[in-house]
């Protein structure tokens, strides 16, 4: 399969491995980091490391962007905006509001480019094994267009018109913190009541409670792994969004906004902006020690 040229802004820790799997399925691809240091080894597997977005995105039939939040994709955006070609494609695959999306769809337009918004499900597991959940949002042609690029770093679903992929990224990450807490709860109370959390899971596994986060996240908790996948900070951030976007549809949303205050405590009060989301059963622990 012949694939159009990429660039792609933002090599973190989902962006790194995505650009590799880009690269490694044969995508011509383009890439720009902040630190660059972050993006240089991507060269070793057949990328291209630049120092500038502009000179990414010049001559890219497709660009990509993985940031950290939609303020920060809006600005690069209009930084880059005089360098795009027309007849481009803009997918975002960041985290971001919906309203950001509809915002980032208007300036492209300005300027003859397409854009979908696709954020991603799965954290660095998925994206590094090339498996992530990718809800798209745009005109069906243009997600018609990505989906080759999108194939390569996991499984693409349109699921409506501009805006929707972030709102069903908000919804998945609902899910995602409110299961957080209740594995959290599971693995402490086997802990403190005297069974073991890893016969647990097992016994759990193929059950109605069994789940990724479950497995991945419970074994976290049980044994202490708190480097980052997904970071807490960015789960709060979703979790904000997700009750902002709520209340403009006249919603209430009880047990995320419970979910949010406890991460937010962790966040701000427990050093765990950087520390990874199940890092929440800390801030359960602390909670029994009065601690929180």
Request: a negative charge; charged letters at 20%; proline letters at 4%.
């Amino acid at each position: 399969m012949a694939f159009e040229k990429v660039a792609l802004l933002g090599t973190g820790l989902m962006g790194f491995p995505m650009a590799r799997n880009l690269a490694q399925a044969g995508v011509p691809v383009t890439v720009w980091n902040r630190t660059q240091a972050k993006a240089d080894p991507l060269a070793a597997h057949g990328a291209k490391v630049v120092g500038k977005p502009s000179d990414a995105v010049t001559d890219a039939d497709v660009i990509i962007t993985m940031m950290s939040d939609g303020p920060t994709v809006l600005a690069m955006i209009r930084d880059v905006s005089w360098a795009l070609g027309a007849g481009a494609l803009w997918i975002d695959m960041s985290s971001t509001k919906p309203g950001e999306a509809r915002e980032a769809r208007a300036l492209l337009e300005a300027e003859g480019v397409a854009f979908v918004d696709a954020p991603v499900s799965g954290g660095t597991k998925g994206a590094e094994a090339a498996t992530l959940a990718i809800m798209a949002g745009g005109e069906a042609a243009d997600v018609e267009r990505a989906a080759p690029v999108l194939g390569a770093m996991g499984r693409p679903v349109h699921v409506g018109p501009t805006g929707s992929g972030q709102l069903s990224k908000l919804c998945n990450q609902t899910i995602v913190a409110v299961t957080i807490g209740a594995v959290a709860e599971a693995m402490l109370l086997a802990e403190k009541g005297g069974a073991d959390p890893a016969a647990l899971r097992a016994a759990l596994k193929g059950g109605f409670a069994d789940s990724v986060i479950l497995q991945q996240h419970g074994e976290r908790m049980t044994t202490g792994n708190f480097e980052p996948g997904g970071l807490s900070k960015f789960q709060l951030k979703d979790l904000d969004n997700v009750l902002g976007e709520a209340e403009s549809v006249g919603l209430s949303l009880p047990m995320t906004e419970g979910v949010r205050d406890r991460f937010a405590h962790f966040v701000d009060h427990m050093d765990g902006a950087d520390r990874d989301h199940s890092g929440l059963y800390l801030e359960l622990k602390a909670r029994q020690e009065g601690g929180a």
